[in-house]
Antibody
């Protein structure tokens, strides 16, 4: 059974740092792109960052580029999101999601974690 | 970046109704459009990928259509469990942006 379990969400002060983790199981982690998606409570979904199977490519949404770093450890089946210079607007539930491909052209998220809440407040 | 405009933001309907949600991309995304359903307090679940392909296990009352910039999600006969929130998402170019969501409410 595929499982994604996020951890690390806490209350942090503006300007602070935090690292989120996502533990993957039930599939060959090193064969999939992985993504972080966030959601402000009561609002919509925002794609944050993704990382290639081997970690050689990483992409970010403009609002976090330069502050957040996505990484992975394929030996430990783990995905990470290091978050620096946190702002109030980074407050959200952060989900990790597995990106799958169909027909060699279509990409979508077929498995998601349960999410971890990050609150940025003084 | 590609902007996804989803409408309506909320929709009141009755069990058994047929409803359509629309999603418009700010530029052509071919057929790289996915639809997700999200229940309160839960992670999203994919319903449709590639604009019109039903993901395995998703009821056939859900269907999708469109290409280029205009897409639709149709639920042919609403069931009580369908009154939740739906999101479109483009996977054509990074960032793989989402629409703002459509909340289905019971009339």
């Amino acid at each position: 059974e595929v499982q994604l379990v996020e951890s690390g969400g806490v209350l942090v002060q503006p300007g602070g740092s935090l690292t989120l983790s996502c533990a993957a199981s039930g599939f060959t982690f090193s064969s999939y792109w992985m993504t972080w998606v966030r959601q402000v409570p009561g609002e919509g979904l925002e794609w944050v960052a993704n990382i290639k199977e081997d970690g050689s490519e990483k992409y970010y949404v403009d609002s976090v580029r330069g502050r957040f770093t996505i990484s992975r450890d394929n030996a430990k089946n783990s995905l990470f999101l290091q978050m620096n210079s946190l702002r109030a607007e980074d407050t959200a539930v952060y989900y990790c999601a597995r990106e799958t491909e169909r027909s060699g052209y279509f990409y979508f998220f077929d498995y998601w974690g349960q999410g971890t809440l990050v609150t940025v407040s003084s | 970046d590609i902007q996804m405009t989803q409408s309506p933001s909320s929709l009141s309907a009755s069990v058994g109704d047929r409803v359509t949600i629309t999603c418009r991309a700010s530029q052509s995304i071919s057929r790289n459009l996915n639809w997700y359903q999200q229940r309160p307090g839960k992670a999203p679940k994919v319903l449709i990928y590639g604009a019109s392909t039903l993901e395995s296990g998703v009821p056939s009352r859900f269907s999708g259509s469109g290409s280029g910039t205009d897409f639709t999600l149709t639920i042919s006969s609403l069931q009580p469990e369908d009154f939740v929130t739906y999101y479109c998402q483009q996977s054509y170019s990074i960032p793989h942006s989402f629409g703002r969501g459509t909340k289905l409410e019971i009339k």
